[in-house]
């Protein structure tokens, strides 16, 4: 493929008409027309039609602008590195993209053998929704998008899901929520998990992943919880938790820290409530060395079960 004709198909898309792009790039129409003609020849297919006075892409052209939209977006990224003296930070650099609802600690642990890496360049981590670091990842500014769940199948991006590992869900309670509901711990983890029912409750909200498996799962339980509150933000609810508003759930394989973090004990564990984490790359074979590692150690040491 001539990636000048590609380079002219993206510039006609964007001026939104052939005498428009022509100025700008300063050739005549009809040499600008001869060679989008070329361009669809080597393809087989047209990419363009007329629309008024403009132009608009077929099906086929709106599929090439989108590869061209991230060909040359990786182009620009490519000049601003080297036309400001960062191609070295930019070469060594591992973006990463962490969902917002993924646990800080999760992720932590998750990066963390980037960090350990002898050769290691820079770790540059952005928080966001899913679709927008997806987005991201799709024109090469981010390397990694580490997320709670795999990516949707609606969404048109050419990435793959690598599971990095499950972990059962714990509930946690701090000392004095329990002396306040006339509980002591000992009693609580014997009679768990009905003494659920007895507790106030910190929620996630409706829009997280948990959310629906828990309220499905306390319905077998039998358990209707008392919500006091609801957030979209697991360490403010687990600062709800440690000044003793509710109880909460959280990952059991962050159980420990969370206990000693918090000043919270942990009530049960149920090991029909999961939660997963992933990460979503580019790569079908993950090849690049830092999301090697990061996938390798997630599964040896934080999710050791799966």
């Known amino acids: 493929m001539n990636y000048k004709h590609l380079h002219y198909f993206w510039t006609v898309l964007r001026a939104g008409s052939i005498a428009r792009a022509s100025a700008q790039l300063h050739l005549t129409p009809q040499t600008l027309s001869g060679q989008i003609k070329l361009l669809e020849a080597r393809l087989g297919k047209p990419l363009l039609r007329k629309v008024g006075r403009g132009v608009e892409p077929t099906d086929t052209g709106r599929m090439v602008q989108r590869f061209a939209d991230e060909i040359f977006s ?4 490519l000049q601003d590195a080297l036309s400001t003296g960062q191609e070295d930070v930019a070469r060594g650099s591992l973006r990463v993209g962490v969902v917002d609802s993924v646990p800080k600690s999760i992720a932590c642990h998750v990066l963390e053998p980037v960090l350990a ?5 820079r770790l540059v981590c952005v928080e966001g929704k899913l679709t927008a670091l997806l987005a991201e990842l799709a024109v090469h500014r981010l390397d990694l998008v580490v997320s ?35 509980l ?13 029912g007895k507790l106030p409750w910190l929620m996630p909200n409706a829009d997280s992943v948990l959310r629906p498996r828990l309220d499905a799962w306390l319905g077998d ?9 609801e957030f979209d933000d697991g360490a403010l609810t687990k600062a709800f938790g440690r000044q003793g508003f509710g109880v909460f759930a959280g990952p ?20 029909e409530l999961m939660e997963e984490f992933y990460a979503i790359s580019i790569e079908r074979r993950i090849s690049n060395p830092a ?8 599964r040896r040491e934080l999710f050791p079960k799966n």
Not at 74 to 77: E, S
Not at 221 to 229: H, K, T
């Open 184 to 196: 002591t711990l000992r009693q609580a983890r014997s009679r768990f998990p009905e003494c659920l």
């Open 221 to 229: 339980m039998g358990v209707v919880p008392r919500i006091v509150a």
């Open 74 to 77: 990786i182009g620009a990224a």
């Open 291 to 298: 999301v090697a590692a990061i996938t390798a150690a997630a």
């Open 252 to 271: 059991a394989v962050l159980a420990s820290e969370i206990e000693d973090q918090y000043q919270v004990a942990r009530l049960g564990t149920t090991h």
């Open 117 to 121: 890496m002898p050769d290691r360049g």
């Open 148 to 182: 709670d769940v795999p990516m949707p199948a609606s969404l048109s991006v050419k990435a793959f899901t690598h599971l990095l590992g499950k972990t059962d869900i714990s509930f946690f309670a701090s000392p004095q929520l329990l002396q306040r509901e006339g």
